[in-house]
């Protein structure tokens, strides 16, 4: 038998089902500051993105030809996209409202800028097809291609694991080189890359906390344009936030490694048995 339960607080009365039907609304992990012509959350529902809705977990992104948007997550972790790019916010636990206890993405495709916010060295997994990489006070640049995945420092120090071997980025524009090629993976470090995220950042690389954000949503300031940072990109329409930049790159968060074999899944992906990790150097 169907039941239904009455819950009143402060006057208001609301009406819940059975608990198989949960009302619950999804758990909010951050904010959209820009939106790029056409930015979509492909599952679970589908819909369009706009400035300022928010970012919530377990949903998968996706952006088309001449895109892009920029997300700030709770702990101001500033999570960037390009165009033809999709990622998945797959699990996300705060143990406050500005300290994350664990956060995963999940990166299918496409071209992402990754500034690290204010939470622990331990909270956060970025995982790819062939890749899994931990992330601390660091801003990192990173290419996903079917057999290759590109990640270039450009703020901190990392540490790149693949195949067995690790090599250090230590200097603004040390590239790690994943390749896969059947079971083999080869890494390679160069202290130059010929990709740089540069081009796609359209106003949206100077990094913003999520105070700015959600004070840019109180007060309205909605207009065109981008935040602080680089520039380059096509042109179209942008919305953005407009937020005063924050907190400089070199937060205090970081993530180990994930175990081989925890790639993407989940019908955007491929998956298999490879896999690399980026962690950070130092103390």
Known sequence: MRFFKFVVVAGITFIGTSAD????????????????????????????????????????????HD???????????????????????DRAVFTDEKTVGDIAIKLSTGSFRFMTGNSAKDSYAINTPIATMGIRGTTLDILIERFKNTVVL???????????????LLKVGDTAVVTANGPKVDIKLQSLSSWSFEA????????TTFAEAENAITTGSVGTGGASGGGGGGGGPTTTLTA???ASPGASSTVPPNSPGNLLTGGFAVSGAISASVSPTGP
């Open 154 to 168: 450009q703020h901190g120090e990392a540490r790149v694991c693949a195949g067995g071997a690790c090599i250090e």
């Open 67 to 89: 895109s892009g948007a920029k997300f700030v997550l709770k702990d101001s972790t500033n999570l960037i996209l390009g165009p033809n790019s999709t990622l998945k916010l």
């Open 200 to 207: 796609n950042c359209s106003g949206m690389c100077g990094q």
């Open 21 to 64: 039907e949960s009302l619950a609304a999804p758990d909010q992990i951050g904010l959209a500051v820009t939106v790029r012509n056409d930015v979509s959350r492909i599952e679970p529902t589908v819909a369009k993105i706009l400035a300022g809705d928010d970012i919530v977990r377990d949903e998968v992104v996706r952006t088309l």
């Open 244 to 246: 005063t930049a924050g």
